[in-house]
C-alpha cells in the first residue's frame, strides 16, 4: 500500500487556523458561571492505544497546531487498556476543563452494549467534538501464511484459509475493538474460523504477525503500509464496499467472494459531558479548519485516513448510527466480554 504525500503543517496553515480561532471568537468559558477564557492552562489530549498506535499517530499529528490555535501547549497522554474504555473513562470523569481525548468509534458507540459494566456511558458522558478522519480496515497477513506462493491471489488465500480453520488464529486490539467485531463478523461471511488473541494495540499486533504468533488481522490501512512494501505482511482486502482511495491498490473483501460486508474505523476529538456546547462548537471549528488544511490532510491521509472535520452534530449522528449498526453485530454474533 504505498500512498505518496507530503508531510508537515506549513507556517501559512498554521497561522490560517490561528486566524480562524481568533475570528470564531475562541475565548469561550469552560463553565458557564466563569468569565475566564478558555483555555487557560495547557490541555491534554488522551489517547487509549500505545505509542505509534494508529490513535496516537493522529492525536500527535493534531497536537501542535492545535496547541498554535489555542494559544495553549496541548500534550498527548497514552492511557492504555480495556481496547480504550480506560482513557474513555478518564475522559469522562475529568474536572479540569482542559481533558480532551482521541477517540476511536467503538469508545464512543458500543462500549456499554458489550459491557454493561463499563464504568462511562458513550452517549451521555462524552461531549462529541469533532469527527477527524475515517477508513476501512485490511484484512492483512504474513506474506508466507496460509500456504502462500508467488502470484498466489487473494482469492486463492481465502480458499487456503478456509481449509485451515481454526489451526489459524487472528489478533485485535481488546475484546469489543471494531476490528474485533469485524473479524468475529467476517468469520461468518467469509467461511474462515480463525481464533481470537488480543493485543494491547496494532503495532504489537505487527509483531506477532511478523514473529509467526499470528496469522491475520484487520488492522487500519497505513499501520502496516511499510512491512506489506517490504514483502513482510501481505493485504488481503479492505472492508469498503469498493476500492479504497487510501488503499486503492488493494481489492475490496467483495470483490474475492465476500459478499455484505462493510465496515469503517473513524477518530475523533471529544471531551467531558461538561462541556458547553458554545465551546464545543467553536473547538469543532478549530480542529476542522486544521485538518482540511491541505498540508495536514496529506499528513492524515498518509496515516490511512479520509479526512472528515465534521461539526459536534455531525459526529454525533454518526455516534447514533454506529451504535445501531456495531450493536447489530455483537447481538447477531453473541460477543460477550468475560
Do not use: C
Not at 242 to 256: K, W
Amino acid at each position: 500500500m504505498s500512498i505518496r504525500t507530503s508531510l508537515g503543517f506549513s507556517r501559512r496553515h498554521l497561522a490560517q487556523a490561528v486566524g480562524a480561532a481568533l475570528a470564531l471568537g475562541l475565548t469561550p468559558s469552560w463553565s458557564a458561571a466563569s468569565t475566564d477564557p478558555w483555555p487557560t492552562q495547557t490541555l491534554r489530549l488522551v489517547v487509549g492505544f500505545p505509542a505509534g498506535s494508529s490513535p496516537d499517530l493522529t492525536a500527535r499529528a493534531l497536537a501542535e497546531p492545535l496547541a498554535k490555535a489555542l494559544g495553549q501547549n496541548v500534550i498527548v497522554e497514552n492511557k492504555v487498556g480495556a481496547g480504550g474504555n480506560i482513557a474513555a473513562d478518564f475522559v469522562a470523569k475529568a474536572t479540569d476543563g482542559h481533558t480532551l481525548g482521541l477517540m476511536i468509534n467503538g469508545n464512543m458507540t458500543i462500549a456499554r452494549i458489550l459491557n454493561p459494566k463499563v464504568p462511562y456511558d458513550p452517549l451521555k458522558d462524552l461531549t462529541p467534538i469533532s469527527l477527524i478522519g475515517k477508513a476501512p480496515l485490511v484484512l492483512t497477513v504474513p506474506a508466507s501464511e496460509p500456504g502462500a506462493a508467488p502470484g498466489q491471489t487473494a482469492a486463492e488465500w481465502l480458499s487456503q484459509a478456509r481449509k485451515a480453520g481454526d489451526k489459524l488464529s487472528y489478533a485485535s486490539p481488546g475484546v469489543g475493538t471494531v476490528a474485533h467485531l469485524g473479524m468475529e463478523l467476517l468469520k461468518t461471511k467469509a467461511g474462515i474460523a480463525p481464533v481470537h488473541v488480543p493485543y494491547p494495540g496494532n503495532p504489537q499486533i505487527i509483531t506477532a504477525m511478523l514473529g509467526g504468533q499470528v496469522q491475520l488481522a484487520l488492522l487500519p490501512p497505513a499501520m502496516s503500509a511499510a512491512q506489506v512494501r517490504g514483502g513482510k505482511l501481505r493485504a488481503i482486502g479492505t472492508s469498503s464496499s469498493g476500492r479504497s482511495p487510501v488503499a486503492p491498490e488493494v481489492p475490496s473483501l467483495a470483490e474475492i467472494g465476500v459478499q455484505d460486508y462493510q465496515l469503517e474505523i473513524w477518530n475523533a476529538v471529544t471531551a467531558p459531558a461538561s462541556m458547553p456546547a458554545a465551546v464545543a462548537s467553536r473547538l469543532s471549528a478549530v480542529l476542522s479548519e486544521i485538518v482540511r488544511a491541505p498540508e495536514m490532510r496529506a499528513r492524515l491521509f498518509q496515516q490511512g485516513w479520509q479526512v472528515v472535520g465534521s461539526s459536534p452534530e455531525g459526529l454525533r449522528n454518526r455516534i447514533q448510527a454506529d451504535t445501531q449498526s456495531l450493536g447489530a453485530i455483537i447481538r447477531s454474533q453473541k460477543i460477550e466480554t468475560n
